[in-house]
């Protein structure tokens, strides 16, 4: 078998990434859901951008994961490399 591009992720490890990527969490706009969204500001380096992120599946598949990684405007070696543990998935070095 041929090796993932994107190794899967819990809604956690998201969550730890968007953190460090500078994301910050939206307060919800809604009483109930498994749904949440962070924000990134804008700055003269990069326009705003914002992530959902799903909070109600086990992992997310590859697909899901290419889309966050496209909605936060980082690559995919930025976004896994944000924490140790999701650097380690794709190989990176701490």
Do not use: N
Not at 70 to 83: D, K, L, M, N, V
């Amino acid at each position: 078998m041929g090796r993932r591009g994107h190794p899967p992720l819990t809604p956690t490890e998201v969550r730890g990434i968007l953190i460090a990527l500078g994301f910050v969490k939206l307060p919800s706009r809604q009483t109930s859901g498994s749904h949440e969204q962070y924000e990134r500001a804008a700055s003269e380096e990069h326009p705003r951008r914002l992530v959902t992120l799903d909070t109600g599946p086990r992992e997310f598949w590859e697909a899901i994961i290419k889309s966050m990684i496209r909605q936060s405007g980082f690559s995919r070696e930025q976004f896994y490399g944000a924490t140790k543990a999701t650097a380690r998935k794709i190989g990176l070095r701490s």
